[in-house]
């Protein structure tokens, strides 16, 4: 059977209201492309580039009490798990550089204290915002097997509502903590930059190439069935 799928018999470059269709199917395609392009290539898109994750925070920890800017290398930036494109909207990943990290934590809190300048302790989960005795807090990061302590701070406000500086206090992070369960180090990928970038004009394409098929095999079967015919007679009508 001979392919006719762009249906020949109809001799539709003859037709007004076809070659008006295929002018508003090529702008608005071209239009598609460039309003890809120029999302795609602005500066706060969410999705490019692309990271990949090199390490995990776990991976580099060693005993000896180091924050994880001293972890980071240069070209790499610090996230949550599935969580890169956060990097793209926000450029300041200063919060995770200030975490305290130790595989030997539970005999180095005292260090942390001394490195940080922070001697209040908290498990707000369990005590509140109460100082924790360092027994306690020694053994609440042992049995727990924490890895990292968080230097985090609230206003305090005097009896007339103002603000009275910040309180700042030592807090672990640990595997059921709600932010910063699963750091990990990120780095730059321009094969999967390159990858997005292509998925995403072929989806476009897709696109397009669904509209033609509709207009074809749907639009055009409606309004003149799948038989042949009279091109002269038809001409008439349309």
């Not at 008006?20 to 795609?40: G, P, Q």
């Not at 599935?82 to 200030?98: F, M, P, T, V």
């Not at 204290?113 to 302790?121: H, Y």
């Not at 100082?131 to 807090?137: A, H, K, R």
Request: glycine share 4%.
């Amino acid at each position: 059977m001979k392919n006719n799928f762009f249906r020949k018999d109809l001799s539709l470059s003859s037709r007004w209201w076809h070659r008006l269709l295929l002018v508003i199917f090529l702008v608005s395609f071209v239009w598609a492309l460039y309003a890809t392009y120029d999302d795609l290539f602005s500066t706060n898109h969410p999705y490019i580039p692309q990271w990949k994750v090199v390490n995990s925070v776990e991976e580099r920890i060693t005993p000896a009490v180091k924050q994880i800017r001293e972890l980071k290398m240069s070209n790499e930036r610090v996230g949550e798990r599935d969580r890169s494109y956060s990097l793209n909207s926000n450029e300041d990943d200063s919060l995770y550089d200030d975490i305290y990290c130790s595989s030997d934590l539970e005999n180095r809190i005292a260090e942390v204290q001394n490195k940080s300048g922070i001697n209040t302790l908290y498990i707000r989960d369990v005590y509140g915002r109460n100082d924790v005795p360092i027994e306690t807090y020694t053994n609440y990061i042992k049995k727990n097997n924490i890895n990292c302590l968080i230097p985090d701070a609230y206003t305090r406000y005097d009896g007339n509502g103002q603000e009275n500086g910040k309180f700042r206090f030592l807090e672990p992070v640990g595997p059921d903590s709600l932010f910063y369960k699963d750091l990990v180090f990120y780095e730059k990928s321009d094969f999967l930059t390159t990858l997005y970038i292509i998925k995403m004009f072929l989806l476009i394409i897709a696109v397009f190439a669904i509209i033609i098929v509709l207009y074809y095999k749907v639009f055009l079967y409606i309004i003149f069935g799948s038989k042949k015919i009279d091109n002269n007679k038809d001409s008439k009508k349309l």
